[in-house]
């Protein structure tokens, strides 16, 4: 299952490449005694020298939480619709729609403290949606296939035979119009479904981002 990458993990999701949200305390708590490793020569460093600087960088944020969060993709989808939703009082539209690009938003500490506070409040929430969603996944992945399968053998075995022509599905809008729409409203509706099936809610990692938004001091999101 798509996965969330917080303190503890960092050193994972730079060795992984994994396409993702990086989210930036603006003035994180700092725990006495703990110091923030300083940046290296990438260019000069030694493969030695960078485990040395993850393996760093991965306890200082481990033992400061509010200093960075990470999730991939398919992860940070629900978490910040389903924070968006407990939050209509806290987050404007702008918010919600800034959430989901990497275009360096900021959400000011008053208010991720608010958040923090709020994703608490409705962990509950969070839990019966997990549960929820764990339930409907095999049926819904099984019914998904059945859909990608159909507009597959609807292509190779009735379209793609009539004509020369058509060589992909899309030369089936103008030399198989009949059966494009046939397999665009497969395609189509399997695009829906798949949609839900692949942004899994977590109670866990929306519990981990609310333990970021605390200890912020204020995040961006990039």
């Given amino acids: 299952m798509p996965g969330v990458y917080a303190a503890g993990h960092f050193a994972q999701i730079n060795k992984g490449g994994n396409m993702g949200f990086d989210l930036y305390g603006?003035?994180?708590?700092v725990k006495t005694g703990t110091v923030k490793?300083?940046?290296?020569?990438?260019?000069?460093?030694?493969?030695?020298?960078k485990e040395k600087?993850?393996?760093?960088?991965?306890k200082f944020r481990a033992e400061n939480p509010g200093d960075y969060f990470r999730a991939n993709s398919w992860a940070w989808r629900p978490i910040w619709n389903f924070t968006c939703e407990v939050c209509p009082d806290i987050l404007t539209?702008?918010?919600a729609q800034k959430g989901h690009y990497n275009?360096?938003?900021?959400?000011e500490e008053d208010r991720a403290r608010d958040i923090a506070k709020r994703?608490?409040?409705?962990?509950d929430l969070a839990k019966e949606r997990q549960k929820k969603y764990e339930a409907d996944y095999p049926n819904k992945q099984k019914f998904n296939q059945m859909l990608e399968d159909a507009a597959k053998f609807l292509f190779d075995n009735i379209s793609k035979p009539k004509s020369k022509l058509i060589s992909c599905p899309g030369d089936m809008e103008h030399?198989?119009?009949?059966?494009?729409?046939?397999w665009e409203a497969l395609?189509?509706?399997?695009?829906?479904?798949f949609d839900e099936t692949s942004y899994p809610i977590n109670a866990e990692y929306i519990e981990e981002f609310a333990n970021f938004a605390e200890h912020s001091g204020g995040f961006r999101i990039n």
Avoid at 53 to 58: H, L, S, V
Avoid at 187 to 193: A, E, P, V
């Fill in 187 to 193: 395609s189509h509706y399997h695009n829906i479904k």
């Fill in 103 to 107: 275009d360096n938003h900021l959400i």
């Fill in 93 to 95: 539209e702008e918010d």
């Fill in 53 to 58: 600087f993850w393996e760093a960088q991965d």
């Fill in 175 to 182: 030399h198989d119009p009949e059966n494009y729409k046939r």
């Fill in 119 to 123: 994703l608490r409040e409705k962990m």
């Fill in 26 to 29: 603006e003035r994180p708590t």
């Fill in 37 to 49: 490793p300083k940046e290296i020569d990438w260019d000069n460093a030694t493969e030695e020298d």
